[in-house]
């Protein structure tokens, strides 16, 4: 079955840093990724989609990467601040849904 | 800018009691969807919903669940007889078209919280 793997454990890093989250998927070609971040409480929030043909694609301090032969696809934050802390999800199409991954908690301390 | 409304917020009900969770997503998507996320766990999709009929359901998704569109405006997704089991946020999203052309980006409501005693 189709399988999305997010680091469970929580990311710890100092404001200014670059933060980079991991999305591993199983079973899977899909023809885009997507992430999202969700706060406490509140529903998820739409921030990029990535192509299967897109390498890289930036938005921001946003970056994210897309390898369909490693099945990985990287998060990055730049310059990150304490407004970034939250949980980011990856969500992956299939059929008439989207699967989200369990999503990385990331704290970015001040 | 348009938001997808959910109602209510906050629910509790009594084990095997009926519940409706009521949604309006934006107005010009043709997509709708139902979620759940227990406590400390991952989003997990329980039904699509597109042209009135359901498009895709997920094991979840049993014969206690149903959803409905009413009046071309409400979603809601209804539990017929609730279980200790079925506590958790239940988030409606829509998506104005699937990723092909645009970007598959689902707009999620703020959720509604079921608990269920």
């Known amino acids: 079955s189709q399988k999305i793997e997010q680091n469970s454990e929580a990311l710890n890093i100092q404001e200014g840093k670059t933060a980079t989250l991991t999305c591993n998927y199983t079973?899977?070609?899909?023809?885009?990724l997507q992430w999202y971040r969700q706060d406490p409480g509140r529903g998820p929030v739409f921030l990029l989609l990535?192509?299967?043909?897109?390498k890289e694609k930036r938005k921001e301090r946003l970056k994210v990467t897309f390898d369909t032969t490693l099945k990985q696809s990287l998060f990055h934050i730049t310059a990150s601040q304490p407004a970034d802390s939250a949980t980011y999800l990856c969500?992956?199409?299939?059929?008439?849904?989207?699967?989200f991954g369990a999503g990385t908690r990331l704290f970015v301390k001040a | 800018e348009p938001e997808v409304t959910q109602t209510p917020s906050h629910q509790v009900t009594q084990m095997g009691q009926e519940v409706i969770l009521r949604c309006v997503p934006i107005?010009?998507?043709?997509?709708f969807y139902w979620y759940r996320q227990i406590l400390g766990q991952k989003v997990e999709f329980l039904v699509s919903?597109?042209?009135?009929?359901?498009?895709?359901k997920s094991e979840i998704f049993d014969d206690q669940f149903s959803v409905e569109r009413p009046d071309g405006s409400n979603f809601t997704l209804k539990i017929r007889s609730t279980k200790l089991e079925d506590s958790a946020m239940y988030f409606c999203?829509?998506?104005?078209?699937?990723?092909?052309?645009?970007?598959?980006?689902?707009?999620f409501g703020e959720g509604s919280r079921l608990t269920v005693l």
């Open positions: 969500a992956l199409p299939g059929g008439f849904k989207t699967i």
């Open positions: 079973n899977y070609s899909p023809a885009y």
């Open positions: 990535i192509r299967e043909n897109e």
């Open positions: 107005s010009n998507h043709l997509y």
């Open positions: 919903f597109y042209n009135n009929e359901i498009s895709e």
């Open positions: 999203a829509s998506m104005e078209t699937t990723g092909g052309g645009g970007t598959g980006e689902l707009f």
